[in-house]
T-cell receptor, first 115, second 111 residues
Framework: AQSVTQPDIHITVSEGASLELRCNYS??????LFWYVQSPGQGLQLLLK??????LVQGIKGFEAEFKRSQSSFNLRKPSVHWSDAAEYFC?????????????FGAGTILRVKS | NAGVTQTPKFRVLKTGQSMTLLCAQD?????MYWYRQDPGMGLRLIHY???????AKGEVPDGYNVSRLKKQNFLLGLESAAPSQTSVYFC??????????FGSGTRLTVV
């Protein structure tokens, strides 16, 4: 079965600084990987996804993520954080070759942006 | 607009009451899911369905039942609500190829 670890529960960065949110996954086959963002009281918005091909994936709002198979990681990055990026971020792995095509989420990382 | 619709959006229940959450999708997706979201725990899978008439247990199924009598609808039932079921519930669907579509969530409080 697949699993996802987001080691950082909270991260605080200054506005304009760079950001990296960590995600490690466990899955026996080639993973399908996602990053979602959730603002307080809101639903989930897909930032980006990786299915295959280029291991550096570009997403919305200036985010990117890099798939590193050797490290079982899919870290999310942004070169310059804006105050509006403050939210909770979830990494998820999908098992599209297994029964149920289930999506498993990490526990989330809360991003705080200080001015 | 095509997507996943959850009803109701908010609900307060007394302990022991029952209720049903409805999830409807208009994308002809085969797969549907119910998750619950709790602080510090991410989203955990309650039950899922791989097609009309099928259901299966997820990670945290106790206290919940589901039904998928029609392909477009996936119902989540709480027979006897408990305070531990206070949570935000999300429904999702997928065709298994392009990714998942999520509903906007149902905030349930059990007092």
């Amino acid at each position: 079965a697949q699993s996802v670890t987001q080691p950082d529960i909270h991260i605080t960065v200054s506005e304009g600084a760079s950001l990296e949110l960590r995600c490690n996954y466990s899955y026996g086959a080639t993973p399908y990987l996602f990053w979602y963002v959730q603002s307080p009281g809101q639903g989930l918005q897909l930032l980006l996804k990786y299915f295959s091909g280029d291991t550096l994936v570009q997403g919305i709002k200036g985010f990117e993520a890099e798939f590193k198979r050797s490290q079982s990681s899919f870290n999310l990055r942004k070169p310059s954080v804006h105050w509006s990026d403050a939210a909770e971020y979830f990494c998820a792995v999908g098992a599209f070759r297994e029964y149920g095509n289930k999506l498993v989420f990490g526990a989330g990382t809360i991003l705080r942006v200080k001015s | 607009n095509a997507g996943v619709t959850q009803t109701p959006k908010f609900r307060v229940l007394k302990t022991g009451q029952s209720m049903t959450l409805l999830c409807a999708q208009d994308m002809n997706h085969e797969y549907m899911y119910w998750y619950r979201q709790d602080p510090g725990m991410g989203l955990r899978l309650i039950h899922y369905s791989v097609g009309e008439g099928t259901t299966a247990k997820g990670e945290v199924p106790d206290g919940y039942n589901v039904s998928r009598l029609k392909k477009q609808n996936f119902l989540l039932g709480l027979e006897s609500a408990a305070p531990s079921q206070t949570s935000v519930y999300f429904c999702a669907s997928t065709s298994g190829v392009l990714g998942y579509t999520f509903g906007s969530g149902t905030r349930l409080t059990v007092v």
